[in-house]
């Protein structure tokens, strides 16, 4: 299928266009992968920080139980009760603070207050002689919206210094971090349960137990970055977790995906609306264009069409871009020759009409005229007198005969370049002599006086006698043709600086301005002479062109100056050639020079 400009266009606008956008969508997606990489160490570094916090926290939490467990080991009529109540009172935070016996019995409580569940004190006794070290559990014993932590440090006496903090207190801690809208730090226990979440969001969160797949996602690794739903508000997030340090608990820090996909994805919706705009305005641009283009190449395929069907007056329109313009231009260029051409085809094929009816009528007349006069001279008895009066009207037909046929021969051999004469010194006066003998008795039989106008000095000039005669013989016999009676003929030479000349002058109605450019034309016939302002006069309308051509054979040319009403003269001019006296002077002044050189 073949594709228009409109298409190639359009084409060419999605081709630049589509290409584009996938190179910004790589482009975004590779800024993705490189925010995403950067997210995860961001949230990585944070969870370990918060780790970090969380373990100092912690630390700052176990030195007083340090010291009342070294204490307790060395000394037992130590004050402990005023020691524990200080310890408690500097910080609001602590529940209690107790001294108990390795079998789990309370020694020493400050505050007094319940006993804690006796499953807490024995996991809290077990895990640290097996440790033997502190130990730190989240206490879910009481209110589970409420986290409680537990640390027991052992004394090496036995027993262990136990003490129950409120897990808000890590909210001071995290109290400075500043997270994004939907972040969130959690703190889990080793048990995977989540004691601590401090969330930006408004909306209300389930603070309850819950085994979180956070926990499980770490593993055994001690920092690790995670993407998951999460279980508590359905909120993708990105998460880092981080173990903190002997504690066993795992801090983690969950930034929501939205907060590096939001800014992708504003950024691609922008893109992509971008990439339509540009798109769009591709191919409104590709449209104005192609409309541009294609509307006047359509004007000028209907113009060609309309040239094509035979209307030469079609033309394309200009007022177009350069290019097209230029085309049309062109166009109108090729139309009006063709135009100027056809119109010389009609003519040519006019004059072919009117030739083949001009030779019809030179060559029907005539032999009429010799058919009649045969038929005379045979079926009856002239006399004497009137039989050589037929036989010269016949001898006359044919001479006029000969010369028609002479006539289209030299046509055809000045046509074809196989017309070539021979130049030689031609004495202008005795052409003009020996033409005007030959012509005058046509003149006078037209009553008009033909007259010769010469010099009284011989005038020469290189060119030929037959083909001289012949010009100045069809130029006079033109003269006497469509002079009227009672009219004159002039014939003379002339002589120039470099040129010799002889004209043909008369007084007949001469030539309009019209005509007189195509005179020398073949088959040209003047529309005075076609509309029978002289009568009609016998020819075909080669004697001027075969004029023309005779005398630009001897190198010279032909020259006219005519006016309507007045009449037309011919000028031929010729090389000029010196005269036989001049030659021998020259010759007698080359010898003497010889002679002197001698």
């Not at 070290?133 to 440090?153: C, H, K, M, N, Q």
Request: aromatic share 6%.
């Amino acid at each position: 299928m073949k594709v228009g400009i409109r298409g190639r266009i359009l084409l060419l606008a999605i081709g630049i266009g589509i290409p584009l956008a996938l190179v910004g969508v790589l482009a975004l997606r590779q800024m993705r992968s490189i925010g995403r990489l950067q997210l995860e160490d961001s949230v990585s570094q944070q969870s370990e920080l918060a780790a970090i916090a969380f373990e100092h926290w912690v630390d700052a939490q176990r030195q007083p139980l340090i010291t009342i467990a070294a204490v307790a080991a060395d000394r037992k009529d130590y004050p402990f009760n005023n020691n524990l109540q200080y310890v408690v009172k500097t910080r609001p935070n602590w529940i209690d603070l107790r001294i108990v016996d390795k079998s789990g019995t309370t020694l020493l409580a400050q505050p007094p207050t319940p006993e804690p569940p006796t499953a807490l004190v024995q996991y809290l006794l077990t895990e640290s002689r097996a440790k033997n070290s502190w130990v730190l559990v989240s206490d879910r014993t009481g209110d589970e919206s409420r986290p409680v932590f537990a640390i027991a440090v052992p004394i090496t006496s036995g027993g262990a210094v136990i003490a129950r903090i409120d897990g808000n207190a890590i909210t001071n801690l995290f109290r400075d971090i500043q997270l994004p809208e939907g972040a969130v730090i959690g703190i889990f226990d080793s048990q995977g349960r989540r004691i601590y979440r401090k969330q930006t969001s408004k909306t209300s969160i389930d603070l309850g137990p819950n085994s979180s797949p956070l926990f499980s996602a770490l593993g055994a690794r001690r920092v690790a970055v995670v993407e998951l739903e999460s279980p508590y508000d359905q909120v993708w997030r990105v998460y880092g977790l981080a173990r903190a340090g002997a504690t066993g608990f795992v801090v983690s820090v969950g930034v929501p995906s939205a907060t590096l996909f939001e800014p992708m994805r504003r950024q691609f919706n922008r893109y992509v609306f971008f990439s339509l705009l540009a798109l769009v305005c591709a191919v409104l641009a590709a449209y104005f264009t192609q409309r541009s283009i294609v509307r006047p190449v359509h004007r000028l395929r209907d113009v060609a069409q309309a040239l094509g069907y035979g209307d030469l007056k079609a033309r394309a329109p200009v007022d177009t871009p350069r290019e097209v313009g230029e085309l049309g231009t062109a166009f109108n260029m090729m139309a009006e020759q063709i135009r100027e051409r056809e119109e010389r085809l009609s003519e040519l094929d006019r004059l072919k009409s009117d030739f083949v009816g001009s030779v019809s009528h030179e060559l029907r007349t005539p032999l009429t005229t010799i058919k009649t006069l045969t038929h005379v001279l045979q079926r009856s008895r002239p006399s004497a007198e009137e039989r050589n009066e037929y036989l010269e009207t016949i001898a006359s037909e044919c001479d006029r005969q000969i010369d028609l046929v002479n006539n289209l021969l030299d046509l055809t051999r000045i046509e074809s370049g196989a017309y070539k004469v021979e130049v030689e010194r031609v004495d202008l006066d005795e052409i003009l002599d020996a033409c005007a003998g030959l012509e005058r008795h046509a003149a006078e039989a037209r009553r008009q006086a033909l007259v010769t106008e010469l010099s009284e000095q011989p005038v020469f000039a290189l060119g030929n006698k037959s083909a001289l005669r012949r010009a100045v013989s069809m130029l006079v016999e033109n003269a006497i043709k469509y002079t009227p009676e009672n009219g004159h003929i002039i014939l003379g030479t002339t002589t120039r600086a470099d040129e010799s000349g002889l004209y043909i002058k008369d007084n007949g109605p001469g030539i309009s301005q019209h005509d007189l450019p195509h005179i020398f034309e073949r088959f040209y016939r003047g529309l005075r002479v076609q509309s029978g302002d002289t009568g009609d006069q016998p020819g075909i309308g080669l004697g001027l062109y075969l004029v023309r051509g005779l005398i630009e054979q001897l190198g010279g040319r032909v020259v006219v100056q005519s006016e309507v009403n007045v009449g037309s003269t011919f000028t031929i001019y010729l090389r000029k050639a010196p005269s036989p006296q001049a030659e021998e002077r020259n010759e007698e002044t080359e010898n003497v020079e010889a002679l002197a050189g001698r």
